[in-house]
């Protein structure tokens, strides 16, 4: 069986992606509570792989882009702005917005041609918001292992924070603020009020954030 293009790899996954956010509440919240602690105030931001929009709505993000079809109508539907796009292949004008965000994409993406894409588009002073998943922690270890088959790890490239870090500096960008949450992964973790501790830094935790400006 052939590997999925891009474009259509979620299409038959929205369902299964939405619910994913309502099984694992307590998650999703810390990962909320460690991007909010360094969002940035905006005016017009952009979502790169803006998925279902469940982030973009949440966070107040305006405009989205995704390959998939499918998981743009369910974002639509949540009254964001979507355009079917690449990555690497921004439908926008120069320093269009003040704030893009990378939550969870960054392994379906050739990331320099993105980052270089999302510097295009930012606007001087605005600011790039990446949540991404540390798979050299101890739960991105174990998640990469015990998850093998699952397809959405079908083409994925597995980063660590220091892959992103240096992927910024080559990119242009001064990372300025870092946050980490998620430090094991553990099935009572089911009532979002049970969320997990968010710390300065990286490298322990499997959700990491970073924010950075253009050099």
């Avoid at 998925?51 to 974002?75: C, H, Y």
């Avoid at 990119?171 to 603020?177: K, M, R």
């Avoid at 089911?190 to 300065?200: I, K, L, T």
């Avoid at 954030?209 to 050099?215: E, G, P």
Wanted: aromatic content about 10%; proline content about 5%.
């Amino acid at each position: 069986m052939s590997t999925p293009t891009p474009t259509t790899q979620y299409d038959n996954l929205v369902s299964d992606y939405d619910h994913w956010f309502v099984d694992n509440a307590a998650i999703v919240a810390s990962e909320f509570h460690a991007l909010r602690q360094v969002l940035p105030d905006f005016d017009n931001a952009l979502e790169i792989g803006v998925g279902t929009g469940f982030f973009a709505k949440e966070l107040g993000i305006q405009n989205g882009i995704d390959p998939s079809t499918k998981m743009l109508e369910r974002a639509r539907e949540r009254g964001i702005r979507v355009e079917q796009a690449s990555a690497e292949d921004l439908p926008y004008g120069d320093n269009t917005f003040d704030a893009v965000f990378f939550i969870t994409v960054d392994g379906y993406v050739d990331l320099p041609t993105a980052l270089a894409e999302a510097k295009r588009v930012l606007t001087p002073d605005g600011t790039l918001v990446i949540g991404m998943l540390d798979w050299d922690t101890p739960v991105g270890t174990e998640r990469r292992a015990s998850h093998a088959d699952s397809p959405y790890f079908a083409g994925i490239s597995f980063h660590s924070f220091a892959d992103m870090v240096a992927a910024l500096q080559t990119a242009g960008f001064t990372v300025e603020n870092t946050r980490q949450t998620v430090f094991s992964w553990a099935d009572d973790l089911s009532n979002p009020h049970d969320q997990q501790e968010v710390r300065e830094g990286l490298g322990d935790g499997y959700f990491a954030v970073l924010t950075a400006r253009i050099a």
